[in-house]
């Protein structure tokens, strides 16, 4: 049986984690990125479809790529950012099914020609995974400053181009300069969102 | 700076953790339910929107409800779990901006009168919460059953009836059975689906 996790590594996921808004000079090494995938990867999707595809944005070249497609107040930080994930997913997923759902060898069916599931689907999995993401980067004592503020035309156009992904948002990903981080936001208490029927 | 979790806690949250499909008799206290959402509040979302609704059913009348839209695979095992979330989005999460993101008072009005916006952005950070909630299940020491395999109209009906409220997925918790968990799935390689630019 699972074993509830101790205090400070609730801290470090959820209690005391803030969204990264600027960054120490500390490097993140290739192998913690592949470190993030190898946690990500074994979170659960429907009928493990996994389709998040990730463009992990490492040179100063890559990331100006980026630049002219980020909203104003997003430009200083991402730049400033070690790493910059950009985060897709990828809407021929169910191409994949045959081996990545090989007991049932009619889930390609499910999707195939169905572009309102598909979109829906990859969305709503290929999001999962992206919680998955931001917490194993914490896990791994990172910080994460994920974001939707830019323009996703532009973004898909230099990124995912010719292929069948679209991007669904970006992270940036190093290790936080506390003084930047914002003031914490409200968050809604369980009676006002949560109910026991 | 944040530490890296230690071995054991990864294990727990991505690495050794598995979908459960049978649970032992153990319940799960209604206080570990505030427990699980007040670990997945502090999880990030756009603009702190933080669209996500859960009905807990508890009982066995509640379950009784959700019973006729279950995929017919996923019955038993649902009717058996301790607790099955029901976890929805509010395609009115705009109208609570004002409050969650008082740093700026504009935030309502990118979204008010847009539809596609409102539930792309609905169903992103929903599932972003979504990933949240799998992880604090797992790290306050529960299993968690994700499924999308049910009518969603006919949840939506039964669940979120005059609501703006619309299903995500469904979540079984409690403790699982290990004798009935599924062999594990293939994942994708990182070379696969990550590239570093």
């Given amino acids: 049986m699972a074993e509830r996790l101790p205090d400070a590594a609730l801290d470090t996921l959820f209690r005391t984690a803030r ?10 090494p290739p192998e913690t990125l592949v470190a ?34 980020l909203s104003p107040g997003n430009v200083e930080k991402t730049m400033a950012a070690p790493v910059v994930a950009v985060l897709g997913q990828d809407l021929a ?18 999707f ?9 689907s ?30 996703s035309e532009g973004v898909d156009r ?3 181009q010719g292929t069948s992904v ?7 990903l190093g290790h936080a300069d506390p003084s930047k981080t914002f003031p914490r936001s409200p968050r809604f208490d369980f009676t006002e969102v949560c109910e026991l029927l």
């Fill in 166 to 172: 679209k991007t669904n948002f970006l992270c940036n």
């Fill in 158 to 160: 230099e990124f995912w």
């Fill in 112 to 120: 195939e020609g169905k572009p309102e599931l598909i979109r829906e």
């Fill in 36 to 69: 993030l995938y190898d946690l990500v990867k074994w979170g659960p999707t429907s009928a493990n479809m996994q389709p998040l595809r990730v463009k992990f944005l490492v040179t100063t070249a890559a990331k100006e790529r980026l630049r002219p497609h």
């Fill in 93 to 110: 997923f169910y191409e994949h099914l045959p081996r990545l759902f090989p007991h049932n060898p009619s889930a390609r069916s499910w």
């Fill in 122 to 151: 990859a969305l709503r999995n290929a999001s999962l995974q992206g919680g998955y993401f931001i917490l194993a980067a914490r896990a791994l004592g990172l910080d994460a400053g994920p974001m939707s503020g830019f323009d």
């Fill in 19 to 28: 969204t990264a808004n600027g960054w120490t000079g500390e490097p993140v």
